[in-house]
């Protein structure tokens, strides 16, 4: 089993930044790749940036060149930089992480709010 934590959510300022983290503890050594989705009101739940285990990103096209991911393996978190944040990229923001047996982990969601 994995554990997720997220943390890094907020209110932000159309054109502000923020960064998500999300920490992974129990059978770390299963993880394959790590990554992002999040759930606006009234839409279905996106990808927004995934990382796989040898650190390639793949990104979402409504995010691509404003969102970085990345990992630090040591601690066993991926993060999110998000940049240039607009009104749409509100809603709230779900760490994923998929293990090499192809089991789905999901942490609990943080919220993120852009406002006008």
């Known amino acids: 089993q994995v554990q997720l934590v997220e943390s890094g959510g907020g209110l932000v300022q159309a054109g502000g930044s923020l960064t998500l983290a999300c920490t992974a503890s129990?059978?770390?050594?299963?993880?394959?790749?790590m990554g992002w989705h999040r759930q606006a009101p009234g839409k279905q739940r996106e990808m927004v940036a995934t990382?796989?285990?040898?650190?390639?990103?793949t990104y979402a096209a409504s995010v691509k060149r404003r969102f970085t991911i990345s990992k630090d393996n040591v601690k066993n978190t991926v993060y999110l930089q998000m940049n240039s944040l607009k009104p749409d990229d509100t809603g709230v923001y779900y760490c994923?992480?998929?293990?090499?047996?192809?089991?789905?982990?999901w942490g609990q969601g943080t919220q993120v709010t852009v406002s006008e």
């Open positions: 129990g059978s770390v050594f299963s993880i394959n790749a």
């Open positions: 990382i796989s285990y040898g650190g390639i990103p």
């Open positions: 994923k992480v998929s293990s090499f047996a192809g089991k789905d982990y």
